[in-house]
Each structure stands twice: as C-alpha cells, then as structure tokens.
C-alpha cells in the first residue's frame, strides 16, 4: 500500500535494473483466479497493485484488472484505458491517476469512489487502503476521502511520498517519517531515528514499514510476525510493500524478500529474481519480472 511522488500498498517500487517493463507472477490464494494473470500481463507491464480481491495493471497507459468483479471493480473505465501513469487497487474499490486526474471505479459504500473536487487535477501520487484513499497534490499536500477524510497540518505541505494502511496513514516528509490515524497496535508510533535519511514508506493493515539506507524498519501489529524484519531486509533493499498481513520486499539485485502471514502460501515466492517491482496484497503476492519465463 506504497505510493511516491517518484509507492508505489506505485505500489511499485524504484526499478532494480534497467528493466521498465515485464510480465506479472503471483502466489498466495486462489480466490476469483486472482493468482492467475491474464495472458495480456504477461508482458510489456509497468506496475502492479494488489487490492483485497480484485488485481490491477498497467501496460502502456492502460489499466487492466483481473480477479473478483464485486461492484464492477474489474470494469475499467473508458478514460483508464489510456493515458493512466499511476495505480491503486482497494478493498472492491481502484484507482487511476491520469494527467494529474485521479479516477475511482467500483466499491463506494464508504465514499471510497466519491472523489473530492481537489483531485480532479494537480495530484501526482496516489495510495488506497481498505476503505480510504490518499492523493497527493503538487506542493505537497495530501488529500484524504473515504472511510478517514481528516489530514493533519503536517500533512498539507511538503509532503513527498504518500501510504494509506487499514485505518492509518503515513506520509514522508524532508526525509522523515510522519503518521497519523489509529494507533491501536502502535502503527502510527514512529520509531526514533526515522525522522531523516528515508527513502520509501508502506502502510499495511495494522502495521508499518520505512526503508533508509537499504534497511527495512517495520512496527506495530505483530500477530502474523508483520514486523519481524529478516537478516535478509536489512541490507540492499530497494523495494518495500506492505500487504494485509505480510510484506515483500525486494534487494538491489533483484531478490525477493518475504515475511509475515503464510495462511495460503502468500509468503513463499513461486519464482526468483531478478525482480523490479512488488505488490503485497490480502493473503497474495505479485512482483514484475522482466522475463516471467526465465529459470531460476
């Protein structure tokens, strides 16, 4: 659940090789076939998101989604069919960001899809959780709307990456980490020493990560070892997303690092890297390799 202005929770990270395009592979649960991308993501795709149940990506401008269609969240509108260079996938609910214009389609029981006036234009990231979403305005200012509309004052400048987490969010801002929303299990509790030096932020259900100097820091909710760090995350990684319940993470050379949840084998990899991009969803996982057919 990770955007930057450059999460990517697109929720695609920073590249780790000169790769900007590749096919979609997925593990974890076989609900509504959403561990099966379609043929057409097999290739020439730029990012991905994982929602709750639904699937989202991005192949020249266009979105394609895939996986449960619950209140059309697999119907892409006409104007994200092109053009689109950022996306979002929520619980039933999704997000495009065309042209500094953010679109929403499908679930909007909690106003997830009922999008304030202030991102019809100037926003260049977005984020969404379960029933919130974030977008963030040229100048730094965040915008929220959904189940959690309120920002802080902290958060209307400055602001340069954006997370939405399950009732939580997080921004970056001169380098530091900012969080504001439930405090339940600590997740908006930021650990001392991340207030400079950061590079990447998600948010996941109940719990957080940073990334600084290649090393994951992850805290609050710890029921599924969300924030047990492997040896492995704490060095070299480029790449970070919360999901639900687990993270991946990937090095800069293109390792894939997995830890929390293992309900449906969300956590065990079905290939290895080089990767360059990731995206944790509910109990599934899905990363962008420039060749899905290479050998490990």
């Known amino acids: 659940m990770t955007v930057s202005a450059a999460m990517a929770l697109s929720l695609c990270a920073a590249p780790a090789s000169a790769a900007t395009t590749g096919g979609v592979i997925a593990w974890g649960k076989q609900d509504y076939a959403i561990t099966v991308p379609p043929p057409n993501v097999l290739s020439g795709v730029s990012a991905v998101s994982a929602g709750s149940t639904t699937v989202l990506a991005l192949q020249g401008g266009a979105v394609f989604a895939w996986g449960a269609n619950n209140w059309g969240a ?36 909690y ?12 926003v260049i990231a977005i984020s969404t959780a379960n029933m919130h979403s974030l977008a963030l305005k040229q100048g730094g200012q965040v915008v929220s709307w959904g189940t959690r509309t309120d920002v802080p004052a902290f958060a209307q400048s400055g602001v340069t990456a954006i997370s939405a987490g399950g009732d939580h969010n997080l921004v970056l801002k001169n380098g530091g980490v900012l969080a504001w929303g439930s405090n339940a299990y600590g997740q908006v509790t930021v650990p001392a020493g991340l207030s400079s030096g950061v590079t990447a932020i998600s948010a996941g259900f109940g719990y957080s990560l940073a990334l600084k100097d290649g090393r994951v820091y992850a805290w609050g909710q710890n029921n599924y070892h969300q924030i047990d760090v492997p040896p492995a995350a704490l060095s070299d990684v480029v790449g970070i997303d919360a999901g639900f319940n687990h993270t991946l993470a990937f090095k800069a050379n293109g390792d894939i690092v997995n830890w929390g949840s293992d309900f449906v084998t969300e956590s065990e990899p079905v290939t290895c890297g080089p990767v360059f991009a990731v995206s944790a969803g509910d109990n599934d996982s899905f990363v962008l390799k420039e060749d899905v057919t290479a050998p490990c």
Not at 89 to 103: D, F, P, T
């Open 111 to 122: 106003g997830q899809t009922t999008l304030p006036a202030s991102v019809g234009s100037g």
């Open 74 to 109: 697999n119907v892409v509108p006409a104007d994200a069919r092109s053009g689109v260079s950022q996306i979002a996938s929520g619980w039933g609910h999704e997000l495009a960001l065309k042209n500094g214009k953010v679109i929403a389609w499908g679930n909007n029981w």
